[in-house]
């Protein structure tokens, strides 16, 4: 019998996944109203600091400094810090990152969801019909965002020296990317809402397409992972092959070829434990050692995050230390 009580761990990812969507849904329109007021007049709304979540590349340069001069980002705290917590939370949750908080990963998840109820409808099937790239295709279309990851890498750290950090961080083009990265959504060239149409399209068709093959964000974490505590073990002895455990994997890994699950692609989402029938045959363990409750990875995930977040807010490492009338001055700036 499988372990029933972990049937709820999927409920429980959704749930967290939109929470998190929803915020950043909320985020992004208290974002459009300070633009809104910064550069069209009307009613103040403060800016929130949690747009900086939006500006991974940013926020590595801020990092990079940080090591380098012991200095936190004092224009865009929030995005260090929460680039900090993706690492940390990468580290020790198996990318949890992605798995249980990113709204891109979950936006992507779903848009492939609606097609494999569908197909499965269609079909009159249990099992979905899974669109699968062929191996020699997916292998190296896989490796597409370490390629991004390392560009980024070589830009940022090895190209920039203290003094172009310096100058990037506090530049008026890096003060603005947060307008810019609004403005770029609410008015895309042909081109980028062409592309954009197409990463939809291909999400629909092919299971998390942007996080499998393009994100160097989750590239990163992924490799973090690899070094850290926890692993999905799988016991061949209680498998029965009914490869539930491969329908469902976001990351589309083969499970049921491994013992060990060592791999930068797994997301920590636990989908697999969740549904396999076969008691103990997939665990969450410690470096595949001890056996934990699976529960423990998005508890400890969410403690973790949340109090990295209320240190951050009550150090002063949240709030920019740029009044929003200067980021109002920036924003005008490049309205005109
Ligand atoms: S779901 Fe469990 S029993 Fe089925 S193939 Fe996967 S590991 Fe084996
Ligand atoms: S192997 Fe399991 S935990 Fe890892 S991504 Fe796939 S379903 Fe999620």
């Not at 269609?122 to 390392?150: A, T």
């Not at 100058?167 to 990317?177: L, V």
């Not at 920019?320 to 005109?336: E, G, N, T, V």
Request: proline share 7%; hydrophobic share 45%; with cysteine.
């Amino acid at each position: 019998m499988p372990n029933r009580q972990f049937l709820v761990l999927p409920w429980m990812r959704r749930l967290v996944h939109g929470a998190f969507l929803l915020f950043c849904l909320f985020t992004g329109l208290r974002f459009y109203q300070f633009y809104q007021w910064a550069v069209a007049g009307g009613n103040y709304t403060q800016r929130p600091p949690s747009v900086e979540a939006f500006l991974p590349i940013g926020a590595l340069v801020s990092l990079k400094q940080f090591l380098l001069t012991g200095q936190y980002d004092p224009l865009h705290p929030a995005g260090l810090t929460i680039f900090i917590a993706a690492l940390v939370l990468g580290f020790f949750f198996r990318k949890g990152f992605c798995g249980w908080l990113c709204p891109v990963g979950y936006i992507s998840e779903q848009l492939h969801s609606l097609t494999n109820r569908m197909t499965a409808l269609v079909r009159q099937s249990k099992r979905p019909y899974l669109l699968r790239l062929p191996p020699w295709l997916d292998y190296p279309m896989r490796l597409l965002k370490y390629l991004l990851l390392g560009f980024f890498l070589y830009l940022i750290l090895w190209k920039m020296d203290r003094a172009a950090l310096e100058n990037f961080s506090r530049s008026p083009y890096s003060i603005t990317t947060d307008a810019r990265m609004l403005l770029f959504f609410l008015h895309p060239s042909d081109l980028a809402l062409g592309i954009m149409i197409c990463l939809v399209l291909l999400s629909i068709v092919l299971r998390n397409f942007w996080c499998r093959y393009l994100c160097p964000y989750g590239a990163l974490l992924g490799l973090l992972a690899l070094g850290g505590p926890l692993q999905v073990a799988r016991d061949s002895k209680k498998c029965i092959d009914c490869k539930k455990c491969e329908d469902i994997c976001p990351a589309d890994i083969k499970i049921t070829a491994k013992k060990r699950l060592v791999t930068p692609e797994c997301i920590g989402c636990l989908e697999c434990v969740a549904r396999c029938p076969q008691e103990d045959c997939l665990t969450l363990t410690v470096f595949f050692k001890k056996k934990l409750s699976p529960f423990l990875l998005p508890l400890g995930l969410l403690i973790l995050f949340f109090t990295l977040w209320l240190t951050a807010k009550y150090t002063g490492h949240w709030r920019s230390s740029l009044p929003d009338d200067a980021f109002k001055h920036f924003y005008q700036m490049i309205h005109r």
